[in-house]
């Protein structure tokens, strides 16, 4: 295991290094060999290779540690009282800093606005200044470079003032490997020496192995190392440099070691897996080895029936293979956190044990949400950094939350456990105190400061922190990316997710590097090669590869990885890993259901299951089959059998066909009657998902107001497209200044509610919605001009702020033998026609075959209810020629939802013949607006019908078209019809 193919040496070092370690465990060697490795797992891997060789399994000759333990390790040492800075605070100290008034220009916008920097930026910025420490990029050099011509006063400011954020009291871990190599390099100093003895008592031999390739600042801190008196080091190389494509960025790093006084120790390691080394990606022309009894690779529908398969065959493999234990099974991934939850969903059902290390965001934590709720509902106005923790303790305590909110979380979502939550609070409540100890180091302990400060910060520490949990199965299957397997090696390795561009990866620059230190895509792509490299390395006696060939509708494409490995290698392509085989109880379920469904005669006791199961799979499958053919039992298919109503319930269905109704009611049954049902009859709440600043549908209101308070106001004059230009430009500022007022009354602020302003009013730069509008307006020369806005009817009591007094009705309007009521945005007379308008903010707009189809009510309905309002009003005999869409974004255009032919160029304008138009050859059976009206008024009467009925099935069109932001989908059962 102690083992690589390229050795570098510096002082006596035997060689082979192995041999030399296991002889100073046998003969209980005074002296000790520290032996640094990649990773936790490598650590207990060789730590258990060396025990199993000790005499009665106990020794004292050798320490491993992982090389950032072991620099922490050494940094303690030597009496640093700087705190390791964690990537949380690091978040905050970076949002602190973009807000800083000494930004440069370009980053002072977030201070101005008083609002935090997004978090992608901040986690940019991170990653930036990281790399360039990692880099052994000092300020000093970035500041030598700024005077030789190089344009960094940027990244000059941030790095300098993160640097001085930092100050005496944080170090983060890449400042450390600094750190400790100076230590190394004053070595011949009394006191560091003193320092340093704890660390290398009677140690001669420091041994680096599992690495291909370290980092400046890795470098720095090995070569100092290196000149330590009385230390050898050996540093292990799995590199074979003749192949270029594989290990071609690693000659820097294995140059540098060579001018620091390494010699190159050469131990040839010619075993079966030399060959990838050599000539993987290589593009070599050579003879292809024979892999099919070693290497499988196979393609999954879709990630669900990937981890399925891997299931399968990991069941397949214990039955053919007994003595195979789980825990010499390997699964992994480049993209693990995609797989986690489905490994942990579909592995219990097969009853495979597991064990899984994963990362969960705290943001998503149920209890930790709740608590910061409850922080921002107190009255608080301003603590101080001792204040806010006492409060928050206080808060926790007097009111029992951690015992109180766990229960409670436990009980409203039955995906979370105890013990995830529990270390989700654990978690939050260290933030806390690392806010508390963080204000209390950058300000006098007895400033007081906005309560509103310490949660922001505390919500900035909680939007990427992550909190970790391990599940644990005795014995179980290893799952581990692929970054955490190098040392390792299992019997059997599935490699999964092989699809181009999740692995290898795309490759994405920061965009705050400067060029010259910015990674590559070539130098990317080598360092995911030599992860697949290295799980070509990890199993003994078989290889999975796997690829999903869908993600929902999303077509994937094969991991050119597998390409390359069939250049050098024949392997096993199997048309279909599947097999009759039942591997788990569900598939045993299944099975039954699907003989019973298909009419065979089966025997109930000839399987495992009790008779209570066997009555509810009979049941299930009755079920479908009444909904594939039978119809007997309605009332599973979305029909309400009054019989099994309570007789209020039953009053209440049987009033439904007398209520009032709005077309967006009926559209919405038009389009998913379960929807209807779920929204009107059981008035169901929408689940609250993400909070838009500025929601839509507010915007939608928002922008109806305005216009209404303009052309009310303006009523009397001539129309806008009778204008002259400075008559314009006052018309302009007019509506400028109604909206001006809307716009500050609401209660947002920051940045992204300034543009979405800016994107309302226009500026130098842009039009902006309202501006464009009113240029098309005037533009707009037809017959038609518009005369009534906002005409409510049936509407007692409902948005009689802004209605149009002339031709509202209190009175609902009856279409068929339905009462409806409802608003009509805009309504434009000529001489004895008229045209009905409605404002759109969003991208979907109804075409004739949702009018067609009865998705779509809305013009024709109105048109006929327009028509009754002029005559009730006593306006005369106007004929509805057309229904418009005025689409208010940037760019302004109007598009005809239905047009009479006839009137095309006099009531609207239409650049091109479209179906729209009535009648069309489209449509031949509609032959005017009278027509399409009778269609939607029939769909009108036979959805109040339906609905008085008690039918409520699940949508029969396209499920793309109306499931996909549905906010029922959870209750609703479509996705199991569609399987």
Known sequence: MINANTILVKGEVPIPIEDEILQRIRQRNVNICQLIVPTQEAEQKLHQYLLNRAPNRTTASYRISTFENFVRY???SINDKRKLISPELQNLFFSQILQKKTMPPSQSTWNRLGIMPPIGTISHLSKAIAKLKGN?????????????????????????????????????????????????????????????????QDIDLVVIIGFETFLPVHLEALISLSNLPRISVAILLDVFPENESLFGHVKKSYKQLLSAGFDQKTHPILDNKAGFALHLFSNRRIAKRNLTHQITFTSAKNRINEIELIAKEIKRLKFAQPRLQLDQICITFYQLPIYAPLIREIFPIYGIPFVLEFALELASSPIVVKIINLLENQKVE??????????????????????????????????????????????????????????????????????????SSLRLMISKSLYTLKKTGKGGVQ?????????????????????????????????????????????????????????????????????PQYDGQLEHIQSSFIDELQHIAEINIPKDLESNTIYSKEQLVKYIGQRIYNGHEISID??????????????????????????????????????????????????????????????????CPFQYFVTNVLRLHQPEGEAEQFPSLEKGNLLHHILYEYFDQRRGRHPISNCDDQEFVTELEDLRTIAKTHLNRLPYSGLFWEIEKERILGNETREGILPRFLTQERNRHLDVKPKFFEVAFGQIGRGRDFVDRELESQESIQIGDVNIFGKIDRIELGEDIFVIGDYKTGKQIPRILDIVEGRSLQLPIYLAVTKVLLEKKGFGNYKGVAGIYYILDEEGKTQLGCGNQEFRDIAFD??????????????????????????????????????TNGEFPTTHHEKKDFCQHCSFKRVCRIGAIEV
């Open 136 to 200: 052994a990029v000092s300020l000093e050099t970035l500041k030598a470079e700024e005077k030789a011509g190089s344009n960094l006063k940027n990244i000059i400011a941030i790095y300098e003032a993160y640097q001085n954020q930092l100050g005496e009291t944080y170090i983060d871990q890449q400042s450390i490997y600094g750190v400790v190599s100076d230590a190394f390099s004053q070595m011949n100093t009394e006191s560091v020496s003193k320092q340093l003895k704890p660390c290398f």
């Open 382 to 455: 301003s603590l101080t950094p001792e204040g806010f923790r006492a409060f928050f303790s206080t808060l926790i305590q007097e009111n029992n939350i951690d015992q109180n909110l766990i229960r409670q979380t436990l009980e409203q979502n039955q995906n979370v456990s105890l013990k995830q939550e529990t270390v989700a609070y654990q978690h939050l409540l260290r933030l806390v105190n690392e806010l508390t100890e963080f204000s209390l180091d950058a300000e006098s302990s007895d400033r007081w400061r906005p309560f509103s400060y310490y949660i």
């Open 74 to 76: 050494v940094h303690q």
């Open 910 to 947: 239409l650049p091109r013949v479209t179906d729209q138009l009535i009648p069309n050859r489209q449509y031949k059976d509609i032959h005017n607006l009278d027509d399409l009206i009778g269609i939607s008024t029939n769909y009108v009467t036979s959805y109040a019908q339906k609905i």
């Open 479 to 547: 799952i581990l990316p692929i970054s955490r397997t190098k040392m390792l090696d299992f019997e059997v390795v599935f490699l999964g997710g092989l699809v181009d561009g999740e692995f290898p990866a795309t490759f994405r620059p920061n965009p705050f590097l400067p060029p010259q230190y910015a990674d590559t895509e070539d130098k990317h792509l080598r360092e995911t090669r030599l992860l697949f490299y290295q799980i070509l390395k990890t199993f003994r006696h078989h290889l999975y590869l796997t690829s």
């Open 606 to 671: 000839s399987f495992p299951i009790s008779s209570d199961e066997a009555k509810q799979i009979i049941h299930h499958v009755n079920v479908e089959v009444s909904r594939s053919f039978s119809h007997a039992n309605l009332e599973y298919e979305g029909s309400i059998t009054p019989d099994l109503l309570a007789p209020e319930s039953q009053s209440e269905l049987a009033q439904s066909r007398n209520k009032l109704y709005s077309i967006t009611q009926l559209e919405m049954y038009g389009k």
